[in-house]
């Protein structure tokens, strides 16, 4: 699957005179929005390694924030994007026929939980496919009410932003946002929101949706739909526990409201299946997909049942989405999740490095959760096990640490240290990274006790 030399390789003082003068100039023009995590310009990339502009490698867990599966750029990929550059960069699906976009949503269609046919419309990313859902949901029901979850993430354009809780700065001084979003309690049982310990809550949370929100909060004849993460990402990898989902949809079913499975980071197979929600064996109405769909180009989708996805020509519609480049790597993408064995060994590989974290949880104070499914991964880091107080602290120094040495993640929630790295990865390549973040985590853990 990969190839001997698979250890990062740090050649410079971080960052790199380059990489220095470049984000001097970054400084200067670009948007200082965006969330740059590490002083390292990138240039290039393959498979699991990342290139900065001064020579240094890096081992990619992060697999640019959950969209290289297949790590970056992939042979096959690679040639099922130039073979379809010969033919067409461009076709906009929105008002031509194109075949690549008539197969990729066929085979969105089988992969989708759920009997019968579904029907998919293309876009370019995962908050645009979100748009996508929120709108249809409300075309179909006639009703202008939505539930999202607390912690959820779901994008920052205006609807896709009303219906994420993630973090203060991603909706602060935005209001008015679209109105009727009513955000509830996540399932998230490591830090209960109702203070209540699993199992012996009895699903709390969801009995609180039915018996105060839907009742009194928002009326259950107005809500369109309920939109949840399978597994919350940005949140901090917060995994429900079994019965979370099954309940929900019961509850949405009572009501006849859309469930919607915000699939955009939970998708292509990083859990072991295909959709995140199969593990709950529920079948949503609605699904949003993007991040590794494109195989490293962009490209989101909105796979709805076919009695949902009937609305009039014009009512929504895109100029890029559905691209033929995108199109191309998604289906070659999809291809190598399916004949590859990629989801086994996401599975396989993420047992494997569940078993040393949980081993080094037992050891360092500091860790209080260690949760996943397959390789998407959350470690949350505390300052202590007892108090379970939130540690951005050191979740954020012990990623900086980990990136001086050649190893680069991401962090998410208020203290969480996400795993999220390409499909390919073996018990070797997971090895080398665990090591790097146990020398980390021992570093900053013993800064702490000083």
Not at 147 to 169: C, E, P, Q, V, Y
Request: glycine share 8%.
């Amino acid at each position: 699957m990969l190839k001997n030399n698979y250890k990062p390789e740090i050649k410079t003082k971080l960052p790199g005179p380059k990489s220095k003068k470049l984000i001097a100039i970054d400084k200067k023009y670009v948007s200082p929005s965006y969330t740059r995590d590490y002083p390292a310009v990138l240039e290039r990339a393959q498979g699991v390694f990342l290139w900065d502009v001064d020579g240094n490698k890096y081992l990619d867990f992060h697999s640019g924030i959950g969209v290289n599966s297949l790590g970056n750029r992939h042979p096959a990929i690679i040639a099922a994007i130039k073979k379809q550059m010969e033919k067409s960069l461009h076709i906009p699906s929105a008002d031509f026929y194109h075949p690549l976009a008539i197969q990729l949503s066929e085979k969105l269609s089988s992969l989708a939980p759920g009997n019968g046919t579904k029907k998919v419309f293309l876009n370019n990313s995962g908050t645009e496919a979100v748009e996508t859902a929120f709108k249809l949901a409300r075309y179909n029901k006639r009703r202008p009410r939505m539930i999202s979850f607390i912690d959820g993430f779901h994008g920052r354009t205006m609807g896709a932003l009303s219906l994420t809780a993630s973090k203060l700065n991603q909706r602060k001084y935005f209001a008015p946002l679209v109105p009727e979003v009513t955000h509830v309690p996540y399932a998230n049982c490591y830090r209960c929101p109702l203070n209540l310990k699993y199992p012996s809550c009895e699903m709390a949370c969801v009995k609180y949706i039915d018996d105060v929100i839907l009742k009194k909060v928002a009326p259950g004849e107005d809500v369109a739909a309920i939109v949840v993460e399978p597994i919350q990402g940005e949140g901090g990898f917060v995994v429900p526990p079994p019965e979370f989902h099954p309940l929900l949809k019961k509850v949405a079913e009572k009501y006849d409201i859309l469930y919607v499975a915000d699939e955009v980071q939970t998708g292509m197979g990083k859990t072991g299946k295909f959709f995140a929600i199969e593990h709950w064996k529920v079948v949503p109405d609605i699904i949003t997909t993007a991040k590794a769909l494109g195989g490293g180009l962009p490209l989101g989708a909105c796979i709805a049942k076919d009695k949902l996805m009937s609305w009039q020509p014009g009512a929504h519609s895109t100029t890029f989405g559905g691209n033929p480049l995108s199109c191309a790597a998604a289906l070659e993408t999809i291809k190598h999740l399916e004949e590859d064995g990629l989801m086994q060994n996401a599975t396989k590989i993420g047992n494997f490095i569940m078993k040393r974290l949980e081993k080094m949880k037992d050891k360092y104070e500091i860790i209080g959760d260690v949760r996943g499914k397959g390789l998407m991964i959350g470690i949350e880091f505390v300052k202590s096990k007892k108090s379970k107080e939130a540690a951005p602290d050191y979740s954020n120094k012990i990623a900086y640490e980990c990136f001086t040495n050649g190893l680069m993640l991401l962090t998410c929630g208020v203290s969480v240290v996400r795993f999220i790295p390409p499909l390919i990865i073996n018990e070797e390549i997971a090895d080398t990274a665990l090591d790097i973040f146990e020398k980390s985590v021992q570093k900053i853990s013993s800064q702490k006790k000083r």
